[in-house]
């Protein structure tokens, strides 16, 4: 129920200008997100590499419906790969990149050319790109778009949403060699008609479509924090001689930072989702969705103020 308030507070300008404006939210919110700039996205990076763990970085924005906005957005991410390439930190992150951002919301030819802009320089900086699951209604359109970009950019990824009913198939389909697979429960509002809205059915769902996966010729992304998820991966990497280099799993910044190194001190390959930019307030919302609890500390933190 708090979850689905929250969710659709995600959409109200009113509720945006009252979480933005609170004094003490930017405080708390800097728990998820890394900064504003592509500086502050950079020395987070870094210092996440240096604990050796990979790093994918999603420019903060989504739902465009400008098409200036969506070339903006388009030339961010390249500025941020042309960094990432002269750091020398592209061997340890990609980007991760909304389509919404892009202009999908428009039309999606132009969300086509700006994400190959976008995967041209990743691919000139020695890195990939990996499309984010939206909203329940753009999965045909991001699976259409997935499709063209592997024919130049055959390591783009996607992920999948474990809450529609249809995310098996999906997997099925995706589970072929060479394919990048980012296997997420679903942070968005999606009705019962398509999706799973029940939390056992939902984590059943992501069980099913991980055996896909793991069994499978792709590479495996298993992304979340459920130690019940994370012991399940582990087992089905050893029922199908998974080496560590063959699956990653994917947790989000500041989100069990301690389980994140601990995977990888068992050698397993951990990626870390780091979010940065203006544009906050829905990604911090869907945060505050999943674990109702953050508004506790939110307002705490605005009270200290
Ligand atoms: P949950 O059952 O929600 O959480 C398990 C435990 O993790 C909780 O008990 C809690 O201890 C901790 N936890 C989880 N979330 C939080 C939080 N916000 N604050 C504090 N603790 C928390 N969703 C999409 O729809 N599209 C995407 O493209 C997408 N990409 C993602 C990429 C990564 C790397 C990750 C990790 C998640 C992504 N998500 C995406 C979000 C995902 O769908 C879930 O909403 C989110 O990961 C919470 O689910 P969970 O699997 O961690 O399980």
Same mark, same amino acid.
């Given at each position: 129920?708090?979850?689905?308030?929250?969710?659709?507070?995600?959409?109200?300008?009113?509720?945006?200008?009252?979480?933005?404006?609170?004094?003490?939210?930017?405080?708390?919110?800097?728990?998820?997100?890394?900064?504003?700039?592509?500086?502050? #996205?950079? +020395? =987070?990076? @870094?210092?996440?590499?240096?604990? !050796?763990?990979? &790093?994918? /970085? %999603?420019?903060?924005?989504?739902? *465009?419906?400008?098409?200036?906005?969506?070339?903006?957005?388009?030339?961010?991410?390249?500025?941020?790969?042309?960094?990432?390439?002269?750091?020398?930190?592209?061997?340890?992150?990609?980007?991760?990149?909304?389509?919404?951002?892009?202009?999908?919301?428009?039309?999606?030819?132009?969300?086509?050319?700006? #994400?190959? +802009? =976008?995967? @041209?320089?990743?691919?000139?900086? !020695?890195?990939? &790109?990996? /499309? %984010?699951?939206?909203?329940?209604? *753009?999965?045909?359109?991001?699976?259409?778009?997935?499709?063209?970009?592997?024919?130049?950019?055959?390591?783009?990824?996607?992920?999948?949403?474990?809450?529609?009913?249809?995310?098996?198939?999906?997997?099925?389909?995706?589970?072929?060699?060479?394919?990048?697979?980012?296997?997420?429960?679903?942070?968005?509002?999606?009705?019962?008609?398509?999706?799973?809205?029940?939390?056992?059915?939902?984590?059943?769902?992501?069980?099913?479509?991980?055996?896909?996966?793991?069994?499978?010729?792709?590479?495996?992304?298993?992304?979340?924090?459920?130690?019940?998820?994370?012991?399940?991966?582990?087992?089905?990497?050893?029922?199908?001689?998974?080496?560590?280099?063959?699956?990653?799993?994917?947790?989000?910044?500041?989100?069990?930072?301690?389980?994140?190194?601990?995977?990888?001190?068992?050698?397993?390959?951990?990626?870390?989702?780091?979010?940065?930019?203006?544009?906050?307030?829905?990604?911090?919302?869907?945060?505050?969705?999943?674990?109702?609890?953050?508004?506790?500390?939110?307002?705490?933190?605005?009270?200290?103020?």
């Amino acid at each position: 129920m708090l979850r689905q308030a929250l969710l659709a507070a995600s959409h109200s300008g009113a509720a945006r200008r009252i979480v933005e404006t609170a004094p003490g939210t930017r405080g708390f919110v800097r728990r998820f997100v890394a900064g504003e700039s592509i500086d502050d #996205a950079l +020395r =987070v990076t @870094a210092d996440i590499a240096g604990q !050796g763990l990979l &790093v994918s /970085l %999603d420019v903060l924005g989504e739902d *465009t419906h400008d098409t200036n906005r969506a070339d903006a957005n388009a030339d961010h991410y390249a500025m941020l790969l042309g960094r990432l390439g002269e750091d020398g930190l592209a061997g340890s992150a990609e980007v991760s990149l909304k389509l919404s951002a892009v202009g999908q919301a428009l039309d999606e030819d132009l969300a086509l050319a700006n #994400a190959r +802009r =976008v995967c @041209a320089a990743a691919r000139d900086a !020695g890195t990939a &790109v990996t /499309l %984010d699951a939206e909203d329940h209604e *753009t999965v045909d359109s991001t699976l259409r778009v997935l499709a063209e970009l592997r024919r130049d950019f055959p390591d783009t990824g996607i992920a999948i949403q474990s809450y529609l009913r249809r995310s098996e198939e999906y997997c099925a389909e995706l589970a072929h060699e060479g394919s990048r697979v980012r296997l997420c429960k679903g942070a968005y509002r999606a009705p019962e008609s398509v999706a799973f809205t029940d939390d056992v059915e939902i984590d059943k769902s992501y069980v099913r479509c991980m055996r896909v996966l793991m069994a499978g010729q792709g590479y495996p992304m298993l992304a979340t924090h459920d130690p019940r998820l994370i012991e399940i991966a582990g087992a089905l990497a050893s029922l199908h001689d998974r080496e560590p280099s063959g699956y990653e799993y994917q947790m989000l910044y500041g989100i069990r930072p301690g389980e994140q190194r601990r995977l990888a001190r068992e050698g397993a390959r951990v990626r870390v989702y780091v979010a940065f930019g203006g544009e906050w307030y829905r990604y911090f919302m869907r945060r505050l969705a999943e674990k109702p609890a953050n508004l506790g500390f939110l307002f705490r933190s605005v009270a200290s103020r």
